[in-house]
């Protein structure tokens, strides 16, 4: 079992930036791959970025590629997303996430952990 607290959220003008944090609970998250997912008021969970078990891949929505970064430091269980030049299309509550298998990182189903979320909202 494992345990996913997001932290990070916040509101920020549009062009600011924001490093959201994902704290896992027990001994094997380096063997997880690690997603973040978002959803936006009435809109389905859709996928943002994803980082391998060992940081060997990395993997973005093509909506925040270029603005935003993915990073794990498996000595402190965190999988961090830095979210740069923020738009208010990026408003949304995101979620942390935990894949045992690693298979298709961008779909939501492939994922065995969710975290509670944050909120991030981005003003004009």
């Known amino acids: 079992q494992v345990q996913l607290v997001e932290s990070g959220g916040r509101l920020v003008q549009a062009g600011g930036s924001l490093r959201l944090s994902c704290l896992a609970s027990?001994?094997?998250?380096?063997?997880?791959?690690m997603g973040w997912f978002r959803q936006a008021p009435g809109k389905e969970r859709t996928f943002v970025a994803a980082?391998?078990?060992?940081?060997?891949?990395?993997y973005f929505a093509d909506s925040v590629k270029g603005r935003f970064t993915i990073s794990r430091d498996n000595a402190k269980n965190t999988v961090y997303l830095q979210m740069n030049n923020l738009k208010p299309e990026d408003t949304a509550v995101y979620y942390c996430?935990?894949?045992?298998?690693?298979?298709?990182?961008?779909?939501?189903?492939?994922?065995?952990?969710w975290g509670q979320g944050t909120q991030v909202t981005v003003s004009s």
């Open positions: 996430s935990a894949s045992n298998t690693g298979l298709s990182p961008t779909t939501p189903s492939r994922y065995d952990y």
């Open positions: 027990g001994r094997t998250f380096s063997f997880y791959t």
């Open positions: 980082i391998a078990s060992r940081g060997s891949g990395t």
